[in-house]
C-alpha cells in the first residue's frame, strides 16, 4: 500500500492536536484497514511539545489513546538533528513540498488541494484531512472583549 495521510489544522497546542490527529485516523482508517490492531508505533522527533521529555504528550497518548482503544503505543523519538532520517520525510513530505513549490498557500482549502493532489511515479496516493472540531462548540462571544468572555452551551 503506498498511500500516505496528512492533517492539517491550526492548533498550537502541539500534544493535544498530535494526539487528536491520531484518534482521528484511528476512527477514519486504523481499526477499517487494521481490524485488529492492538499495538501502534509512532516515530516522533525527539523535541518540541511532543518530544522525549513533556509530560503532557504521554499522559495524552496513555488517556486518549491507549486506555480508550486498548491498545499498546510505543513511541520512537529520534534523537536531536536525526529526524531527516524519518522515513516519512523523505516518502512523503518531500513529495508535498514539490507539489506546493512555488504556490502560496493561502488557505487551508488550497493546501489540502495540493496535499491531496500529491503524487509519485510508484502510485502514491495522499489523503488529507482537516482536524476542524472546533466548528463543533457551540460558542457565543460577549460584546465586551468577546476573545476573552464567551458562554459554550452544549448542543
Given at each position: 500500500?503506498?498511500?500516505?495521510?496528512?492533517?492539517?489544522?491550526?492548533?498550537?497546542d502541539?500534544?493535544?492536536?498530535?494526539?487528536?490527529?491520531?484518534k482521528?485516523?484511528?476512527?477514519?482508517?486504523?481499526?477499517?484497514?487494521?481490524?485488529?490492531?492492538?499495538?501502534?508505533?509512532?516515530?516522533?522527533?525527539?523535541?518540541?511539545?511532543n518530544?522525549?521529555?513533556?509530560?503532557?504528550?504521554k499522559?495524552?497518548?496513555?488517556?486518549?489513546?491507549?486506555q480508550?482503544?486498548?491498545?499498546?503505543?510505543?513511541?520512537?523519538h529520534?534523537?536531536?538533528?536525526?529526524?531527516?532520517?524519518?522515513?516519512?520525510?523523505?516518502?512523503?513530505?518531500?513529495?508535498?513540498?514539490?507539489?506546493?513549490?512555488?504556490?502560496?498557500?493561502?488557505?487551508l482549502?488550497?493546501?489540502?488541494?495540493?496535499?491531496?493532489?500529491?503524487?509519485?511515479?510508484?502510485?502514491?496516493?495522499?489523503?488529507?484531512?482537516h482536524?476542524?472540531?472546533?466548528?463543533e462548540?457551540?460558542?457565543?462571544?460577549?460584546?465586551?472583549?468577546?476573545?476573552?468572555?464567551?458562554?459554550?452551551?452544549?448542543?
Amino acid at each position: 500500500m503506498n498511500r500516505g495521510i496528512v492533517v492539517v489544522g491550526t492548533s498550537y497546542d502541539t500534544p493535544e492536536f498530535a494526539v487528536d490527529c491520531l484518534k482521528l485516523w484511528l476512527n477514519e482508517i486504523g481499526w477499517n484497514t487494521y481490524p485488529h490492531m492492538s499495538k501502534l508505533l509512532l516515530l516522533c522527533d525527539s523535541g518540541g511539545s511532543n518530544g522525549y521529555r513533556p509530560r503532557v504528550w504521554k499522559y495524552n497518548l496513555y488517556k486518549q489513546i491507549a486506555q480508550p482503544y486498548g491498545i499498546d503505543v510505543t513511541v520512537c523519538h529520534y534523537p536531536p538533528g536525526a529526524s531527516k532520517w524519518n522515513p516519512v520525510e523523505h516518502r512523503l513530505f518531500s513529495f508535498i513540498s514539490m507539489e506546493w513549490a512555488g504556490y502560496p498557500l493561502r488557505s487551508l482549502d488550497l493546501m489540502l488541494e495540493y496535499i491531496r493532489g500529491t503524487t509519485t511515479k510508484t502510485g502514491l496516493q495522499v489523503l488529507a484531512f482537516h482536524n476542524n472540531h472546533f466548528k463543533e462548540i457551540s460558542i457565543k462571544r460577549h460584546e465586551i472583549l468577546p476573545n476573552w468572555n464567551y458562554t459554550i452551551t452544549p448542543n
